[in-house]
């Protein structure tokens, strides 16, 4: 609710135009069912009608979202190409171990050695 408040009324303040309340909040409601999720990738839009909706940024732009993925896989091997490999550990290596169980903050980490 407080998203929608706060999107809507910057919205509303923003418009220069004089449209009805009923269009506002219809405009409004396209915009933010055709934004896309961060953690799915997809519109609620999108996944409830298993296809992207028509905006006018799409008939500007009709290949945003191809160059926005290309760009995205580009730095995802990037990211992968200077990524570390998992840590081999071997014996005898001096290692910093957690302490849940301390009392004080000086005693919260303590050095230990692989067996």
Known sequence: MRLFNEKFTKQVL???????LKHNIADFLLRYRNTPHGTTGLSPAELLMKRQLRMRLNLVKPYLTKLVNKKQEFQNVQFDRTRKGERMLDIGDVVKV??????????????????
Do not use: C, P
Not at 14 to 20: K, M, Q
Not at 98 to 115: E, P
């Open 98 to 115: 957690k302490n849940t169980r301390a009392q004080s903050k000086t005693d919260k980490w303590l050095f230990g050695s692989i067996i």
């Open 14 to 20: 923003e418009s220069n135009s004089e449209h009805s």
